[in-house]
């Protein structure tokens, strides 16, 4: 990697090989490759729990130029991805830093494109929507049958058979460095899976007067649609208009769930923690639109676009059976499992 032409960003990534560990090996890896090309630095932090497979990850990235390990037995027991994050950046030098997971399509471009503006002051930070993609998206986009700008524009032209859902906003986070010191890092205290990237987005928003407080910020709803979401999806959610008025997308590579014993009570626990630590912000009154609908085509009208260009997200029909790719898969679905 040149100097001379290295961006000024760091990604930090958190890998713990639990679950679907030859996956994850290979994903890292492509990520790795992608960063070098792109020149940036990727920084895995990554539990070691003692397997062949810990071993065969050092490894491979040992062998992948500008990418770094940060590999300990940090913790035994369920995933703690804030933890992993943390240490990740502590070798952070970087002005800059985009927080990804394994799972995201190393879309570098995009990562530069935010980075620029955020050096530019046009916003202090960026949380870009990611798109998941199912078996068949995910296989379109990594064997080079379709690049990301085509993937978009089926996505935009109501395709159903590549996506799941859209999730905006998401943890792909394009911030300084200096903000994620000014925050004291992720919360260690959520452990397995879910809630500690709302808690760091929440005080991300927070630390740069970007979250107000309302009634029903600490409503917890999901919506196929992200103009249809509410509490503090919605509230945090406005901070992706940007990207899905110039149709920025992430993509979430497929992978299938693994069985996690204790995932829904991991979540259940970690939710109860989310709301403790954000129950301040449960204030005032409940005033127009609980959607960001409203807010969404105002913006289009303030700019002069055209707001029918943006169909697919005011699509929010439940469970679109046709958005599952095999047999299989729709089997399982009509039966709820």
Known sequence: MSDATKHNITAIVPLDLMHRPLDIISKA????????RSNVKVIFAHNDRGLWV?????????????????SKPFYIGNVNAALLRNEAFKHVEDDFLTLLDVDIWPDFALIEKYRAKVDA?????????????????SNDLTRAKVDVQKLTQRFFG???KEFLHLASPSSVIVMRSKDYSLLGGFNEAFSGHGYEDFDFMMRLAELHG???KAPDMLIDKTARSPLFARGFRRYLGKSCFEPLLEKDLAFHIFHERPDV???????????????????DKVLGTAAGDPTLISGFTTLCSERNIDVSDYGILFDNKPGHIDRFDTFRRRLRFLFNE
């Open 261 to 279: 014993e204790g995932y829904q009570e991991a979540r259940k626990k970690n939710y109860q923690l989310f709301a403790s630590l954000h129950k």
């Open 29 to 36: 890896r492509q990520m790795a490759m992608a960063a070098n």
């Open 54 to 70: 810990d071993k065969l990850f050092r490894l491979v990235i040992g062998r992948c130029e500008g990418a770094f390990a940060v």
């Open 121 to 137: 002051q046009e916003r202090p930070f960026y949380m870009l929507p990611c798109l998941y993609l199912t078996k068949k998206g």
């Open 210 to 212: 970007d979250l107000e």
């Open 158 to 160: 109501f395709s159903r």
